[in-house]
């Protein structure tokens, strides 16, 4: 199984752009999906979190309020809305799954992996 992200972009500060995760290769199974991204220079750090039935969320204090992560179990696909974007938020958006019971913000956590995608905001 491999996971395929894509929706990133070079957007103005302000702006929005919603990043999709999803696989074409039969149901996505996990116990938590989460999306992580990478800047320049810069150890890869956790964004936002969601357990596979939607009731429980988690998001870093830098996207809170800003950000929203969602699934959509029949599309096999997981979301994150990205609104009101910085440029601080400028780096390459990975998604992620686990299927351990319990599980923390940090990468090791997360067996499977997307090969990223690219977004810039500019001031």
């Known amino acids: 199984v491999q996971l395929q992200a894509s929706g990133g972009g070079t957007v103005q500060a302000g702006d929005s752009l919603r990043l999709s995760c999803q696989t074409s290769?039969?149901?996505?199974?996990?116990?938590?999906a989460a999306w992580f991204r990478q800047a320049p220079g810069k150890e890869r750090e956790f964004v936002a979190a969601?357990?596979?039935?939607?009731?429980?969320?988690n998001y870093a204090s830098s996207v809170k309020g800003r950000f929203t992560i969602s699934r959509n179990i029949a599309k096999n696909t997981v979301y994150l809305q990205t609104n009101n974007l910085k440029p601080e938020d400028t780096a390459i958006y990975y998604c992620?799954?686990?299927?351990?019971?319990?599980?923390?913000?940090?990468?090791?956590?997360?067996?499977?992996w997307g090969q990223g995608t690219l977004v810039t905001v500019s001031s």
């Open positions: 290769e039969g149901p996505l199974d996990y116990v938590a």
């Open positions: 992620a799954t686990t299927l351990r019971q319990r599980y923390t913000d940090s990468p090791v956590d997360f067996s499977l």
């Open positions: 969601i357990n596979w039935r939607g009731s429980s969320r």
